[in-house]
């Protein structure tokens, strides 16, 4: 069984100390992030991080992002380069993902990289996720806290219906506020590149550096789970970019574009980006459990979050 535990002030600190003694035991614990739930294990041991792909039922060792404390803690795992300074600058705390080259004394292990000279870092923008950094005094490796292949957790409910029974603790800090994983940076030649939209929209983080992201080099073997092509499946078939709505289908809208009904959900009724993203994965999950064989999908703007939101929807979309 899975130990479930609800944060409040009273239950605070012994909680957290006690997820850190499981973490430092080699153990897993799944905690909220402001994005969506991760399922943590101590970084720079390799037999815990063993333990995150077991329960998850991972097909391969893929890269874990390591989360850090801080931009010093960061900078003991990975060289930075003048512009990953500048991005770290300006999103840390906060949805971005750096990869950068490993820095010469950095302990997070192998098996977290993948066996890559490369490691994904972040620091996330949430107190139970920084205390519990904190507590343990490692980087924390933590990809999505869901099965392999399912849709990503933003309460510790969908955490608890994937993995019970597979990790060792669950901190319920309610729901996550983005809704959506963070966006993937690498910064590992001259330019850098968007591995994965997320958090932190494209166009922030160019006008920051000043000129465009390079795209994600084509390459027939993902480096990312988050870019296979069917990573975030529902049960439900979807259509997407759909203006109406078939009688076998339940609705995900976004601004009104559907007649509102009892199978529908609108991700943002006035069309709000950011809080589309952040409803996403719930209204996934609660359409895919009513039980209508489909889910039609009203079109999403592109821009801002709307590339992030469209690209989980594509992947959720792809025939397995
Ligand atoms: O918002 C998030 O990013 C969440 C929360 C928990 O922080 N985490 C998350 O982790 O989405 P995960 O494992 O589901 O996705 C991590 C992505 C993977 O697609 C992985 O392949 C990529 O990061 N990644 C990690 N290290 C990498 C590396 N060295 N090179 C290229 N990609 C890397
Ligand atoms: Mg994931």
């Known amino acids: 069984m899975t130990l479930v535990i609800t944060l409040d002030d ?54 874990l992002i390591a989360h850090v404390e801080s931009r010093e803690a960061a900078q003991v795992q990975g060289r930075f380069s003048r512009e990953a300074e500048a991005l770290a600058a300006a999103f840390w705390p906060g949805p971005l993902t750096l990869v950068l080259p490993l820095a010469t004394h950095a302990t997070v292990c192998g098996l977290a990289r993948a066996g890559l000279g490369s490691v994904a870092l972040r620091i996330p923008d949430h107190p139970i996720a920084q205390a519990l950094i904190a507590a343990v005094g490692h980087p924390l490796a933590a990809p999505s806290a869901n099965r392999s292949g399912h849709i990503s957790p933003v309460t510790a409910a969908h955490v608890f219906t994937d993995l019970n029974g597979t990790i060792d603790m669950i901190l319920d800090g309610g729901p996550t506020k983005v809704g959506l994983e963070s966006t993937i940076v690498a910064c590992l030649d001259e330019v850098p590149r968007l591995l994965r939209p997320g958090g932190v929209p494209r166009e922030d983080i160019e006008a920051i550096l000043g000129r465009p992201l390079k795209e994600a080099a084509p390459s027939a073997t993902p480096t990312a789970p988050g870019m296979m092509a069917s990573h975030y499946a529902p049960r439900a078939q979807l259509r997407l970019n759909a203006t109406t709505r078939a009688e076998d289908e339940s609705g995900l809208d976004f601004g009104g574009t559907f007649a509102s009904g009892p199978d529908v959900l609108d991700l943002s009724p006035r069309g709000d980006l950011i809080e589309a993203a952040a409803h996403l994965f719930d209204y996934l999950h609660r359409l895919d459990d009513a039980g209508k064989p489909a889910i039609a999908v009203a079109p999403i703007p592109h821009h801002g979050l709307g590339e992030a939101i469209n690209d989980r929807l594509a992947r959720a979309a792809a025939p397995r």
């Open 10 to 63: 009273q239950n605070r600190n012994t909680a957290l100390a006690e997820a850190a003694r499981v973490l430092l035991s080699g153990g897993t614990v799944a905690f909220p992030t402001e994005t969506v739930y991760g399922l943590g294990a101590d970084a720079t041991s390799a037999e815990a991080v063993a333990r995150i792909y077991a329960a998850k039922g991972r097909p391969s060792f893929n890269p």
